[in-house]
T-cell receptor
Framework: DTGVSQNPRHKITKRGQNVTFRCDPISEHNRLYWYRQTLGQGPEFLTYFQNEAQLEKSRLLSDRFSAERPKGSFSTLEIQRTEQGDSAMYLC?????????????FGPGTRLLVL | KQEVTQIPAALSVPEGENLVLNCSFTDSAIYNLQWFRQDPGKGLTSLLL?????REQTSGRLNASLDKSSGRSTLYIAASQPGDSATYLC???????????FGTGTRLTIIP
């Protein structure tokens, strides 16, 4: 078990470009979450998957954002037409509802800078 | 809407001291509460999870307590070490809602 992994770890892009991030959860975890964290703040929830189904989306997730988890394993988060306000750390977490407790385990994050 | 507050925003203590970090939440109908540690520029490391039916959890030098009725949790760190320096975040989930709602964290510095 290697924990939650995220790629890339850092991304610098120009305003208006599209970016895609990947998250690989802990292998037996059926739940996957995306959060966004700006400097000096706690993470804010973006969206949540149970297996391949996207069950909840935050109002923070504008129509420029889309997330998928096509086979219930890894997930991607795409931001279209990036804006400077999208600059943040994007965190992925996973958990299992099969073992009880439902601790969410976080990946190292992808830091996005939009110039 | 659930709001989570952590006070103080920053705390410095000499090595070896015991310390308490505070977390308060506005909606007492929580399902569970988690404490995390975050090192600068890094992801979050889960420290302790307390279910709503529990009063406390312990792991090594860490002890977390939960008082649902007053909307408060504390994280007690015994015999602090310089390696404990980090930002500590608490987060709650509500029944029927899987998302974590975070506080803004307490930045802890242990002075050698």
């Amino acid at each position: 078990d290697t924990g939650v992994s995220q790629n890339p770890r850092h991304k610098i892009t120009k305003r208006g470009q599209n970016v895609t991030f990947r998250c690989d959860p802990i292998s037996e975890h059926n739940r996957l979450y995306w959060y966004r964290q700006t400097l000096g703040q706690g993470p804010e929830f973006l969206t949540y998957f149970q297996n391949e189904a996207q069950l909840e989306k935050s109002r923070l997730l504008s129509d420029r954002f889309s997330a998928e988890r096509p086979k219930g394993s890894f997930s991607t988060l795409e931001i279209q037409r990036t804006e400077q306000g999208d600059s943040a750390m994007y965190l992925c977490a996973s958990s299992s509802d099969l073992t009880g407790g439902e601790t969410q385990y976080f990946g190292p994050g992808t830091r996005l800078l939009v110039l | 809407k659930q709001e989570v507050t952590q006070i103080p925003a920053a705390l410095s203590v000499p090595e070896g001291e015991n310390l308490v970090l505070n977390c308060s939440f506005t909606d007492s109908a929580i399902y569970n509460l988690q404490w995390f540690r975050q090192d600068p520029g890094k992801g979050l490391t889960s420290l302790l999870l307390i279910q709503s039916s529990q009063r406390e959890q312990t792991s090594g030098r860490l002890n977390a307590s939960l008082d649902k009725s007053s909307g408060r949790s504390t994280l007690y760190i015994a015999a602090s070490q310089p390696g404990d320096s980090a930002t500590y975040l608490c987060a709650v989930t509500l029944f029927g809602n899987e998302k974590l709602t975070f506080g803004t964290g307490t930045r802890l510095t242990i002075i050698p």
